[in-house]
Every structure is written in C-alpha cells, then in structure tokens.
C-alpha cells in the first residue's frame, strides 16, 4: 500500500468512516512497529508501545493535513511514544531495588524491611484493586497504571471523559475505605 | 500481544467520530499574529506613541533591530505552530535564527560603540521595559498556550520556549514605539535581556505548560 493510500484512509477516519480508519489502523500497525524495533525498545516491550502510539494517532488525528504525506507523521508520533516509555522505565528503575537471594528475609531493624513492606503493600494494591467494581478498576488501570489521558482512556473505553472522571473518584474512595479495613489495627 | 492490538484496533474504530481537521499552522500563526498585533498596538496607543516615532524609523540603526525583533517575533511564532504537528521537518526550529542573529548583531554592534566612547554611564536602569515586556507577554503566551493545546506538541519544553520567544520580542517591538531609549546598550540589555529570560522561563515550564495536550498527559 503506498502513502497517498494511507493518506486517503485517515483523510475518511477524520470525517468518521470506521472501515477506512480500522483498515488504516491494522496496515500502520506493521509500519509502527517496525519504527519502534528501530529504536531500540526491547523485543518484548514493542506491543505496548504501537499500542500506545496507536492511541495518540487516534487522539491527535485531528493534527494530520492528508496533503502532507502520512509516514512522517506516524514515525514522529512512534518516536515520541518510544521516548516516553524509555523515560518511564528509566523512573521506574530509579524506584526500584532488585532483590538478590537474601531480599525476601525480614530483618531486625525496621528500616532494612523496605523492601519486604513494598512488595507486601503492591501485593494489597492487587488484591484491592481486584475488588473494585468493573467500571471503577478499568478507569483506575487506564488512567493511574497505564498512564492515558482522559480522552485516550474515553477511547480505549468506551465510557465519556465525565464517566471516567466520576469512576476515579468513585474507585479512589473505595480503595480508601479497603486500606483502612485491611490496615492493621 | 497482536491479539491485544488488534482488540485495540477494533475498539478505536469503533470508537471513531467525525473530526475538525486543525487549520494549516501558517493559518494559526497568522491568526496569533493578528490578535498579538491588536493586543500591543492597543497598549501603545494606550501609553502614546513617541513623539520622534518617525524620524526614528527613517533611522537605520533605530529601524534594522526593530524591524528584525518583528522577524522575531513572527518566524518564532510560525515555528512553534509547526513544532506542533507530526513529522515537521526540523530546520523549521532554526526559522528565528537569521532575524535574531541581526537583532542581536546590530544592538551589540552599537553597545559596543556606546561603551568605547560613553563608558557603563550609558546604561540607565529601565524597569518600565521589563514591566512592558513582561505584562504583554503572559497573555501572549497564554493564547498561544491555548491554540497549541489544540495540536500536538511533541516536544513540549522547545515548542513553548518558541512560543514564549515570540510573545516577547512581540512585545519589544510594541515597546520601542512609545519607549523613550535611544542606546542600543539599554536596548540590548533591557529588552533583548528580558525577551530572554521570558524565553528561559518557557523552556523550563513548557512541559507543564502544555502538559495536558492530549498526546503528553
């Protein structure tokens, strides 16, 4: 498929065609992630990536001028999606200790446990997030874990921006109240 | 994880609505421009033109760096709209470079003759430029702000420092046509100074600036 094709199919998305934007979407898919192998991103984490660069192409469509030609616009926007990822591993790491055979082994002082008290509170957050209603845990794992933005998240969704802001609220409190029945008295 | 993109794929078409397609970037710069024209020359009919208005513009070493801050001003401004879609090319950055490299040749070109024959006594202290400069320049930005949020700054921090150096030498251009300062000292280091420092104050808070666009959330 050459570019002018890939031009006139999002050119029909903007005007609301799903079968041209869904096509569109399923032939850029390849494009992407060959870009994103380009820049580096671990093999197992290049998914994640297109279908994250796959969400801000439907976001920011709006952007694209079907006179200009498509692929450049795509890798731009790839790029940016593999930076950001590198950018989020790079704080995560910063966050994270690795743990060697004796990690898991509590200590006397409380200050060597960190570790051990950081795994057990991920482990609670599972838990409670598990108990949350549908609803409430999707916008709380497209908004606070996967990082989207409102509209990102509405689109992935399904739901309105408005339904997803009221679900957050909703799930925060929740998760709240499940803290403060699990803490230990 | 195909399966993943592909349920993913399904889900955005589906979810697909009709889009306003964004005007082209030299549209939106061209209309920033005109509000930003409207805003301070309001201001400086408001403060009153300077007497001597004409016959400082007939003087070359008045009307080369005022016209080249307007270069500035609008090559930084078609810049950063730019900046803003997908797939730019990336010379369109180096767009404000030639009429900033004049601005700055010609004041410091006359700084240093003031300096050789007046010494430090041709600097005054000219807090009226910063207040001027300034005061146009944050709902300069804030509009620009608004309209770029519409698009796709990739590149946040770049894109708002272009954004911020076009509100400012917009308003170093306004402010040399009711300022009475005829040195090119005081000009560089007031005006060219405080355009500066509003471009460095866009650099470090573009990020946050244009954080909620909807591709850096």
Redesign the interface.
Known sequence: MDSDDWSNLLALAQAGDAPAYRRFLSEAAGFLRAIIARTGIPQDQIEDVVQETLISVHAIRHTYDPTRPVRPWLTAIARRRAIDWRRRRNSARAHEVALDDAGHETFADPDANRDKDKAEAAAAIRRWLAELPPGQRQAVELLKLRELSLNEAAAVSGQSVGALKVATHRAMITLRKLWKRDEPA | ??D???K???????????????P?PAMRAAQWLGFAVLFVGALVVLRGYRADIGARLSDVEFAIPWAASLFVAVTAAVAAFYM?????PRWIVALPLAPLAVWLATLGAGCVRELSEQGLAVLGVSLDCIEFISLTSVPLAAVLVWMLRR??P?APSGTFAMGALAAAAAGSAGLELYHHIDTSTEALVWHVGTVGVVTLIGLSSGRRALA?A??N?
């Open positions: 994880m195909k993943g993109t592909e993913l794929i399904g889900a955005l078409s589906e979810a697909v609505v009709p889009v306003e397609r964004l082209s803003t879609v997908p797939g730019t698009a796709a990739l909620v909807s591709v959330d």
